[in-house]
């Protein structure tokens, strides 16, 4: 079993950062490759960024390149999504996921579905 809890979420404005950050128990922490993906009102969930276990691979959505990073620390179980120059396009709920596959193939990296634990949530607001 997988547990996800995401933190850092909050109201900034237009220009500003935050970081989010998800704490993960579970064993396979290490060897899993870890996701954020956010949900606006009204819309579908989509991708936002992917690690790998080794922490040398990243995958972005081109809305947030160059604006947001992804990192982790498998000594902490933790994976953190620093977020720059926000904007208000960017509200949403922001969810961290694991994926069901150790092994890294870009293609489906984007697919909601193949994440197999999924944390609570965090509601990022951004204002114009």
């Known amino acids: 079993q997988v547990q996800l809890v995401e933190s850092g979420g909050g109201l900034v404005q237009a220009g500003g950062s935050l970081r989010l950050s998800c704490a993960a128990s579970?064993?396979?922490?290490?060897?899993?490759?870890m996701g954020w993906f956010r949900q606006a009102p009204g819309k579908e969930r989509e991708f936002v960024a992917t690690?790998?276990?080794?922490?040398?691979?990243?995958y972005y959505a081109d809305s947030v390149k160059g604006r947001f990073t992804i990192s982790r620390d498998n000594a902490k179980d933790t994976v953190d999504l620093q977020m720059n120059s926000l904007r208000p396009d960017d509200t949403a709920v922001y969810y961290c996921a694991r994926y069901g596959s150790t092994v890294w193939r870009t293609a489906l990296l984007r697919q909601s579905g193949r994440y197999d634990y999924w944390g609570q949530g965090t509601q990022v607001t951004v204002s114009s």
């Open positions: 690690i790998n276990w080794s922490d040398t691979t990243t």
């Open positions: 579970g064993r396979t922490f290490s060897r899993s490759i």
